[in-house]
C-alpha cells in the first residue's frame, strides 16, 4: 500500500528566505505527483505536477522536482513572501486511479 | 468555466439524518472523486468514479453511497449520519487522458451532532 510522508509538518521562516519542503512515497511505481496549496478554510489548488517520465516542473517562484526511485520529491519555493504561507500537500497518483495524499507541510512565512 | 463546484458549503446533521452533497463540474472530466479530510488524518479517498456509470470503492468508503448518473454530476449520499463523518469533504475531477491533473471544489464542511 503506498504511503506518503512530509517534512518538515511545520516550518516557519523569515521573508525572503528560499526554502525545500520534502515529500516521500514508498512505492515507486507511480503515474505522477503532484503538488497542492491549502488556505486555511479553503480547498487545494494545484501548482505543480510531475509526470512519472519528468525529473521537474517549474512555475515561477515554485520548482519541483521528482526522483522516482528514491521515492522522493521536493518542493522548492524562492525568496519567500508572507503570502505564501499556507499548507502544502503532495499527493502520488499510483496507476490504481488512486491519488494518496501526505499529511501536509504547515508554512509560516513572517514579514 | 466554474471548475468544479460543491454543495452546501456547511451543513448540520443529526445523528441517524441522510443527506446528499453535491458535485458539478464543467470541464467534462472523466474521473470524479471524493475525499474527506479530518486533522491529523490528512485527506482520505472515499469513492471514485472513471466514468458514467461507473463507480469503485477508496480507502474509507462505508457510510457512503455514490452514482454517477451523467459526465457533470457525482453527488455523495450520507444514509444514515453518523458523528464520526464530521468532516470537511472535497470533491475533485481529472481527465485521465492528459496530465490526470486533479481539480478539487471549494469543500463542504459537515457537522453531525
Known amino acids: 500500500k503506498q504511503e506518503v510522508t512530509q517534512i518538515p509538518a511545520a516550518l516557519s521562516v523569515p521573508e525572503g528566505e528560499n526554502l525545500v519542503l520534502n515529500c516521500s512515497f514508498t512505492?515507486?511505481?507511480?503515474?505522477?505527483l503532484q503538488w497542492f496549496r491549502q488556505d486555511p478554510g479553503k480547498g487545494l489548488t494545484s501548482l505543480l505536477l510531475?509526470?512519472?517520465?519528468?525529473r521537474e516542473q517549474t512555475s515561477g517562484r515554485l520548482n519541483a522536482s521528482l526522483d522516482k526511485s528514491s521515492g522522493r520529491s521536493t518542493l522548492y519555493i524562492a525568496a519567500s513572501q508572507p503570502g505564501d504561507s499556507a499548507t502544502y500537500l503532495c499527493?502520488?497518483?499510483?496507476?490504481?486511479?488512486?491519488?494518496?495524499f501526505g499529511p501536509g507541510t504547515r508554512l509560516s512565512v513572517l514579514p | 468555466n466554474a471548475g468544479v463546484t460543491q454543495t452546501p458549503k456547511f451543513q448540520v446533521l443529526k445523528t441517524g439524518q441522510s443527506m446528499t452533497l453535491q458535485c458539478a463540474q464543467d470541464?467534462?472530466?472523466?474521473?470524479m472523486s471524493w475525499y474527506r479530510q479530518d486533522p491529523g488524518m490528512g485527506l482520505r479517498l472515499i469513492h471514485y468514479?472513471?466514468?458514467?456509470?461507473?463507480?469503485d470503492q477508496g480507502e474509507v468508503p462505508n457510510g457512503y453511497n455514490v452514482s454517477r448518473s451523467t459526465t457533470e454530476d457525482f453527488p455523495l449520499r450520507l444514509l444514515s449520519a453518523a458523528p464520526s463523518q464530521t468532516s470537511v469533504y472535497f470533491c475533485?475531477?481529472?481527465?485521465?487522458?492528459?496530465?490526470?491533473?486533479?481539480?478539487f471544489g471549494p469543500g463542504t464542511r459537515l457537522t453531525v451532532l
Open positions: 475533485a475531477s481529472s481527465f485521465p487522458g492528459q496530465t490526470h491533473e486533479q481539480f
Open positions: 499527493a502520488v497518483h499510483d496507476y490504481g486511479q488512486n491519488f494518496v
Open positions: 468514479s472513471v466514468g458514467a456509470g461507473i463507480t
Open positions: 510531475i509526470q512519472s517520465s519528468q
Open positions: 470541464m467534462n472530466h472523466e474521473y
Open positions: 512505492d515507486s511505481a507511480i503515474y505522477n
